[in-house]
């Protein structure tokens, strides 16, 4: 990835959870600048359904034509299938300081008793339980910590 397109694509917040940038997040999977003033970006949902996808890739257009570049292409594809694990460290922090609680790394195999052994975001306790595996977005569930009081989301791990 040609790092000064990186770096500008790291201030691209993730319109749904304002702490984390799109590169944290992992959805920017290619960047290519075959010459100057060009970029090529490859962007990889979450999802396929995720409301937010042509938001970002305007967002990611705007971002490159005012730091000026005059040639830019932001493919969304699903060549490669996103996964939890794709989310940088920095992007986990970025979530836990949202109020969500992380995805575990995984090895690609995921149960169900994954989301009931979840840390509070607030306090870390692990006295917590799942209310619900179904949150307001599809990649989210929710639960309550026993030791706060505080009702969290928590970002489901992908495979």
Known sequence: MPESIKALLETVMDP????????????????????????????????????????????????????????????????????????????????????????PKHDGYIELDVLSDTPCPYCNSRNTEMQTPFGPTLCRSMHYCKNCLNAFEAFKPVS
């Open 16 to 103: 749904e959870i304002p702490t984390i940038s799109i590169v944290d997040l992992g959805i920017v999977t290619e960047i290519a600048s075959p010459q100057p003033g060009h970029a090529i970006i490859e962007l990889t949902p979450t999802f396929s359904g995720c409301p937010a996808l042509r938001i970002m890739e305007q967002m990611v257009h705007d971002k490159l034509a005012e730091s000026g570049y005059t040639h830019i292409e932001v493919k969304t594809t699903f060549n490669k299938q996103w996964n939890t694990n794709m989310i940088s460290e920095k992007g986990l922090i970025a979530l836990k300081q949202h109020g969500l609680a992380p995805p």
